[in-house]
């Protein structure tokens, strides 16, 4: 099934809901941009009723949401700026994730701290103190213990089994918390969008909107070159670090963040992230976070960005010696630049605040619904983990200023493509890291035994997953495939051991 109540995003229906929406230009709700909040925002909007389209000018997940740590947080960090309301609604978004939204792409990552001796007892203390505080929230929050266990002391020897690369030179043991880790962000936003198609908004990719104002957008197909105008009750913006652009009234200040990738094996294949505080910084820490594909994400800077918005944004050799200089002072073995498999960089749509000069790092991390006369209605700031909230305030002020015929936001009970119980997910009947990405629907993916060889030798990616992104995920090209639908590009041998096949399934369905 490829029409609206089909979750199955391909070119051919792009091109079919493209056509009809040249027919008939008139929509509720026109979203600009793809990431996790435009999608979170058609998937709100279409859910309450209301006919949706979606313009992401590249490919869902192009901009910033697929840069992230990938982590889906319980607020921890905001409390400690005095931020307790923006805190709560972390905490209760995650546990909304875990249970309800998107259980199979989150598990319960445990991050250590280990107490070695750059590890005061008054910093230690403080640690502690946070870990409890972060217990408090879930708890607040009403997530069960039983997802996310309780934080703890642990001694050397667990602290070395969890992170096998850390110092045992002087290490009293090691602070332990539980926090929610996505398999992957662009997953969850490839997910998002695919769940807003089966209640029959119309996701259109390689379409960018221009002259949007409250109403209209002019609509730009990136593959044919054609344009046309369509009218909506409501436009929104969800255009992330180029709201601006779309509608020059918002004012962001970007800020970057970059993350190193390297092999799990470097870190001894650690199952905890190891987290280490930054000299002569409070509150703030480096992580080393285990991924898919034998990965290692170690994060994370901010860096404040002005000047232009590149496509994609790139890692300086400062951000770099940094995060290797602070993530060494906890390792048995310093890792050198020769470790670095590659680096990937975003940037933060943060809000500009008035007197305009804090750090980025200190800048408030809340999103703000943007209302202006003539001007679609923004969503900007904000974070990955509180999309659903930010796309439910775009739509409630879309509603109120349009008066547009929709029932309440029901997102906090619908369970995106692929999700079910834990239980129901550990027995199905394939293999771990396809249900970890998929859910229910790795089921589809075993279905031809002949299409779970790997991609290229050493990589959990079989062909069977190159296949699903272009007839289930809108997958367009290779670059769609490589780099969004499966992070084989985030590194770039990989990404090269992995192009022939790419090319060759999408020959196979008739799109190379
Ligand atoms: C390094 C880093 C780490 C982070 N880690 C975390 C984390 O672990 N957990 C967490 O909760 N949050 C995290 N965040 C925050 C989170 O990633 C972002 O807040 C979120 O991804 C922003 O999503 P968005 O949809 O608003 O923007 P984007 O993902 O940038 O999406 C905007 C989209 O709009 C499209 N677009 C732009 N202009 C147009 C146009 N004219 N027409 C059509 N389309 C257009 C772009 O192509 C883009 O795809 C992190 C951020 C960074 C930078």
Redesign the pocket.
């Known amino acids: 099934m490829t029409g609206p109540g089909s979750g199955a995003l391909s070119a051919a229906r792009r091109h079919h809901e493209l056509d009809r929406l040249a027919d008939d230009p008139t929509v509720d709700v026109l979203v ?9 925002v058609a998937l709100d909007a279409a859910a309450r009723g209301l006919s949706v389209v979606l ?19 319980g607020g921890l960090r905001y409390l400690a700026t005095g931020n307790v309301g923006i805190a709560h609604e ?1 905490a209760v978004e995650r546990g909304l994730l875990m249970t309800v939204v998107a259980p199979h792409l989150i598990r319960s990552m445990p991050q250590l701290v280990p107490l070695l001796p750059s590890v005061g007892r008054g910093e230690s203390a403080l640690v502690r103190a946070g870990f409890l505080a972060g217990d408090a929230l879930r708890a607040a929050a009403r997530t069960p213990a039983a997802l996310l266990p309780r934080s703890c002391r642990v001694d050397a020897d667990r602290a070395a089994a969890l992170v096998p690369a850390v110092r045992r030179d002087g290490l009293r043991g090691g602070l332990l918390a539980h926090d929610g880790q ?1 398999v992957d ?1 662009a997953r969850l ?1 490839v997910a998002l969008a695919r769940t807003a198609a089966t209640f029959g908004a119309r996701i259109l990719t390689r ?4 002259a ?1 104002t409250a109403e209209t957008a002019v609509l730009h197909d990136e593959i044919t070159g054609g344009d046309f105008t369509v009218r909506a009750r409501a436009v929104i913006n ?6 601006g ?2 509608d020059p009234s918002i004012a962001l200040r970007p ?5 190193l990738v390297l092999d799990a094996a470097v870190l001894g294949h650690p199952t905890a992230a190891l987290t280490v505080p930054i000299p002569g910084a409070t509150n703030r820490f480096v992580f080393a976070l285990p991924a898919q594909l034998g990965r290692v994400y170690l ?3 901010d860096e404040d960005a002005p000047g232009d918005i590149p ?1 994609v944004p790139h890692a300086t050799d400062t951000e770099i010696d940094f995060l290797l200089d602070t993530v060494n002072t906890a390792l048995a073995t310093a890792l050198t630049r020769d470790d670095v498999l590659a680096t ?6 943060l809000l500009r605040t008035a007197d305009g000069d804090g750090a980025t790092a200190d800048l408030s ?1 809340k999103h703000a619904v943007v209302r202006a006369e003539g001007r679609p209605i923004g ?9 659903r909230k ?1 796309a439910q305030d775009a739509l409630d002020a879309a509603v109120a200023a349009t008066g547009l015929p929709a029932g309440p936001c029901n997102t906090h009970r619908i369970p995106l493509v692929g999700a079910a119980n834990r239980t129901s997910l550990a027995r199905l009947p394939a293999p771990v890291s396809l249900v970890r990405r998929y859910g229910t629907e790795a089921a589809q993916l075993t279905a031809d035994p002949g299409r779970l060889d790997p991609v290229a030798p050493g990589l959990d990616v079989c062909r069977a997953e190159f296949d699903f992104a272009i007839t289930h995920e809108g997958a367009l090209d290779a670059d769609d495939i490589l780099d969004r639908r499966t992070r084989i590009g985030l590194v770039p041998a990989d990404r090269a051991a992995a192009h022939e096949a790419a090319l060759s399934v999408l020959a196979e369905h008739r799109l190379a």
């Open positions: 600009i941009g793809g990431g996790v909040t435009g999608a979170g313009a992401e000018r590249h490919d869902l997940a192009f901009g910033t949401s697929r840069w992230s740590s990938k982590l889906v947080h972390s996505l962000d936003v379409v960018s909107a221009h949007a969800a255009a992330g670090v180029w709201a652009h779309v800020s970057r963040g970059t993350h994060g994370l800077t496509d990937y960089s975003g940037l933060r749509p991390r969503i900007v700031g904000g974070k990955l983990t509180t999309y930010m």
